[in-house]
């Protein structure tokens, strides 16, 4: 049961990373309807890590305390923010990416102290903090460089020496079955709302929810590192997340591309130049 609800949990997500590349890339994110999918994305997410929080946390004392000490954190750090990039901003030294990740380190103390996971409270951190990212837009940028330039290729490079390619192969019945299964709920929890309030990009929004990678792997760790599951059954849950990281992303671009934004794809200038002149 304990691996099952792994797995669960790492296949009911959406990937924000896959589709705030895919947003920023294309310029939707300044659209109704990236804003939207990005919104949906972060529900989607916010609730998964709740699951595997609620799920895996081994509630004592010190867990009181990782829960007081991670509220006062997201509460007090706006504030503390706000003041530090107000007053030291623009610093060769870089007091500000130097902020978040003492607040990351503190937070995976925090949850080692409690026995918690700290992801749900990195979650909540990052939303306490969009205001204050919205008010320095330069700062949000180079944090998006470290992010996607070395943390998040070296947390994948360190899920992939975990993976081992004769399991995969041999899992390769198991890993079709997942791919099938995640493609086809996520469709169905989808598809039908989207039609309702989307009906023009419904197909679009459904792919980039279909989408999962950053929580589906960290949920992955955990259950590996926390013994729940063993390692052929984190290699073939890996790839299912990787899988639905690539196809749905490609299809949804290829194919699927929202037509009221057709004219902000990067390369689309001449066709801007023609309705404008037309």
């Given at each position: ?48 890590a ?23 954190a ?8 706000d ?6 901003g623009?610093?060769?030294v870089?007091?500000?990416?130097k ?14 102290f409690?026995?918690?996971h ?8 990052g ?13 949000q940028?180079?944090?998006r ?20 390619l ?12 997942l791919?099938g ?9 989808v ?34 590192s926390?013994?729940i599951i063993?390692?052929?059954q ?17 299809v ?6 929202p ?9 689309a ?10």
């Amino acid at each position: 049961m304990p691996a099952s609800l792994i797995t669960g949990v790492a296949l009911s997500t959406t990937s924000l990373a896959v589709v705030y590349a895919v947003l920023v890339e294309t310029g939707l994110n300044a659209t109704a309807i990236g804003q939207m999918v990005m919104a949906a994305c972060f529900v989607t997410d916010f609730g998964a890590a709740l699951a595997l929080s609620l799920l895996f946390s081994e509630f004592t004392w010190k867990t009181l305390v990782f829960a007081v000490l991670s509220v006062l954190a997201v509460a007090a750090g706006p504030r503390l923010a706000d003041r530090l990039f107000g007053r030291y901003g623009n610093k060769v030294v870089e007091p500000e990416i130097k902020f978040v990740l003492v607040a990351l380190f503190f937070f995976m103390l925090l949850g080692a102290f409690g026995g918690g996971h700290p992801v749900l409270p990195v979650f909540v951190f990052g939303l306490a903090l969009s205001g204050v990212f919205t008010r320095y837009p330069a700062v949000q940028k180079r944090l998006r460089s470290l992010a996607f330039a070395i943390l998040t290729p070296a947390f994948f490079i360190r899920a992939g020496f975990n993976v081992s390619l004769p399991d995969l192969y041999s899992g390769l019945v198991p890993l079709l079955a997942l791919l099938g299964v995640k493609l086809a709920a996520k469709t169905a929890g989808v598809y039908p709302f989207a039609r309702r309030y989307v009906p023009a990009d419904a197909k679009f929004t459904t792919l980039l929810m279909s989408t999962g990678l950053t929580f589906g792997t960290i949920s992955s760790m955990y259950g590996l590192s926390a013994g729940i599951i063993d390692r052929g059954q984190f290699s073939v849950l890996v790839a299912v997340v990787i899988l639905t990281a690539v196809l749905p992303t490609f299809v949804a671009q290829k194919w699927f591309y929202p037509k009221s934004a057709a004219v902000q794809r990067p390369g689309a200038n001449v066709e801007v130049t023609r309705i404008v002149a037309d």
